[in-house]
């Protein structure tokens, strides 16, 4: 027996971010819907672009920089939106379009002095811990101010957001609620930081009820992850 192929489930889950837009009163061509590929090999992220996907994130350095070297010339956007030793930043902007966890001061300053005045800017979403455990990624929701002043500064930086991935065990919605609320402060900072990264497979309907604009969606697309050793 075989489940539905890639192009079936990249349009479901096509259909489906359009129905969670027309329920929340949103306008699909708003949302950006990033295919989460990580773990699966670069021949899958060649049938993606051949469906027209655009915007691929990877969360493991080593994996993307491959991959991104691989795939170059497929006009891709690489999102990076795993957890980031100051020590790879420099690596990782030099394929990533997009970094969507700039959590620290010390991540801002290795991303910053990696930039010459040649590279392009590099855009950045700054992720939010909806939880209370400091060992997950996110800068604490008191702390985002500060660490959005000091990025707003950084030269070669873009701030476009916010980030959050839902707390396990909690309705999404209620964590999305409070992400929406992290943006509204961030804006009356930055004006044009007006993004918002959330939502994965099996919530991003309610970060899209939430002003969500950026969906991270990787197994309802791609299928299950092959194992990792
Ligand atoms: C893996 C991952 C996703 C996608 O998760 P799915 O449940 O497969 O959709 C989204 N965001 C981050 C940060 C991830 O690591």
């Avoid at 993307?64 to 420099?90: D, M, N, V, Y």
């Avoid at 590099?122 to 939880?131: A, G, K, M, P, S």
Wanted: aromatic share 4%; net charge neutral; hydrophobic share 45%.
């Amino acid at each position: 027996m075989t489940g539905p192929s890639l192009p079936e489930r990249l349009a479901v889950v096509r259909e489906g971010v359009a129905d969670a837009a027309r329920a929340a009163g949103r306008d699909a061509r708003e949302l950006t819907t990033i295919v989460v590929t990580k773990f699966h090999p670069a021949s899958l992220i060649r049938e993606l672009a051949d469906l027209g996907v655009r915007e691929v994130g990877e969360s493991r350095h080593q994996e993307a920089q491959q991959k991104a070297a691989e795939l170059a010339g497929l006009g891709l956007r690489w999102h990076f939106i795993g957890q980031l030793q100051s020590k790879k930043a420099r690596q990782v902007r030099a394929y990533a379009d997009v970094i969507h966890s700039v959590d620290r001061p010390g991540l801002v300053s290795a991303l910053t002095s990696a930039s010459t005045s040649e590279e392009p800017r590099v855009d950045c979403f700054i992720q939010v811990n909806l939880t209370d455990d400091p060992a997950r990624g996110g800068v604490a929701p008191a702390g985002l101010e500060a660490l959005a002043t000091r990025l707003l500064t950084a030269p070669g930086l873009r701030l476009l957001g916010v980030m959050a991935i839902a707390p396990l065990g909690e309705e999404p919605r209620g964590a999305f609620a409070r992400l929406r609320a992290a943006s509204e402060r961030l804006v009356s900072l930055a004006p044009d930081a007006t993004a918002i990264s959330a939502g994965m497979s099996h919530d991003y309907a309610a970060a899209i009820a939430e002003g969500a604009t950026h969906l991270r969606i990787g197994s309802a697309i791609t299928g299950n992850r092959p194992q990792h050793g």
